[in-house]
């Protein structure tokens, strides 16, 4: 993903000065996919999606890029 010596943006997630450490962060720079979600995917509506994984008590749906739900077990046919 990074190399040494890649510039990159990062944000400060945290300082510690019991420690004199910094955390940085880059997945804060991007936005939340959950954000919207609600109104995006309203509850009873019919949508379409990628079986990404399947277990014994379901399956998980990928309906885009970083939004991922559970079908229960109870809930298929």
Not at 17 to 26: F, V
Not at 42 to 52: D, E, S, Y
Request: proline share 4%.
């Amino acid at each position: 993903m990074i190399n040494i010596g890649d510039t990159v943006k990062v944000q400060i997630v945290r300082i510690n000065r019991d420690t004199q450490r910094i955390s940085l962060g880059m997945k804060q720079l991007e936005s939340d996919p959950w954000e919207g979600a609600v109104a995006k995917y309203p509850v009873g509506a019919r949508l379409h999606g990628a079986v990404t994984n399947i277990t014994e008590y379901g399956a998980f749906i990928e309906l885009e890029p970083g939004i991922e739900g559970l079908v229960h077990v109870s809930e298929m046919s």
